[in-house]
């Protein structure tokens, strides 16, 4: 069936550093790929998404490739911020195209 | 995108009694939500499908005499929690998709 697997965290990070958390996954065909944000004490945001193979999604400094041969879809900031502090999610589309599949989060902290 | 809200954002009640979660798409007439949970340092699970005006699918492992959904309108889609218990505390979180999916704040429930 289909999942998702993410680094576990938590991430701590300083301001202005190099960003990966990985993401990789197990799908039939080549499903859409998404990398979802929580604030603290918000909802669930689309952060990027790629939908096939190749494609690079970005959003606010933040980028992922879909990349088939690995099946992964690494999320990277060149240089994060303390506003960056959230729990990231990675997630695909289930087969029937109407569900998400989620990783189980990432969370990140960032100190100045 | 899609504006989804949800009510409450927290409730706290007793175990045994039923709990009425709400969500809403405020801007865009949704025949299909979806009800995640997410419990700590856990993913988002999918709970179930919510069609408009017809039964809502359910994923395999949930209780669906546990869990009732109703979505009788293109903008509304409760979920009831029946009989809660300790173990049913945990943050609920429903969607819709419009080209992608769009998340509702969540809902926290604790069950004492």
């Known amino acids: 069936g289909n999942s998702v697997t993410q680094m576990e965290g938590p991430v701590t990070l300083s301001e202005e550093a190099f960003l990966t958390i990985n993401c990789t996954y197990t799908?039939?065909?080549?499903?859409?790929l998404f990398w979802y944000v929580q604030y603290p004490g918000e909802g669930l945001q689309l952060l990027l998404k790629?939908?096939?193979?190749?494609d690079k999604g970005s959003n606010k400094g933040f980028e992922a490739t879909y990349r088939k041969e690995t099946t992964s879809f690494h999320l990277e900031k060149g240089s994060v911020q303390v506003s960056d502090s959230a729990v990231y999610f990675c997630?695909?589309?289930?087969?029937?195209?109407?569900?998400?599949?989620f990783g189980k989060g990432t969370t990140l902290s960032v100190s100045s | 995108g899609a504006v989804v809200s949800q009510h409450p954002s927290w409730v706290i009640c007793k175990s045994g009694t039923s709990v009425k979660i709400e969500c809403r798409s405020l801007d865009f007439q949704a025949t299909t939500m979806f009800w995640y949970r997410q419990f700590p340092k856990k993913s988002l699970m999918l709970m179930a499908t919510?069609?408009?005006?017809?039964?809502?699918?359910?994923e395999q492992g949930v209780e669906k005499d546990k869990f009732l959904i109703n979505h009788a309108s293109l903008t509304l889609s409760t979920l009831t929690v029946t009989s809660a218990h300790p173990e049913d505390s945990s943050f609920y979180i429903c969607?819709?998709?419009?080209?992608?999916?769009?998340f509702g704040p969540g809902t926290r429930l604790l069950v004492l």
């Open positions: 919510s069609n408009e005006g017809s039964k809502a699918t359910y």
């Open positions: 997630a695909l589309l289930n087969q029937a195209g109407t569900a998400l599949i």
């Open positions: 790629a939908t096939k193979a190749d």
């Open positions: 969607s819709v998709t419009e080209e992608t999916q769009y």
């Open positions: 799908a039939t065909g080549y499903p859409s």
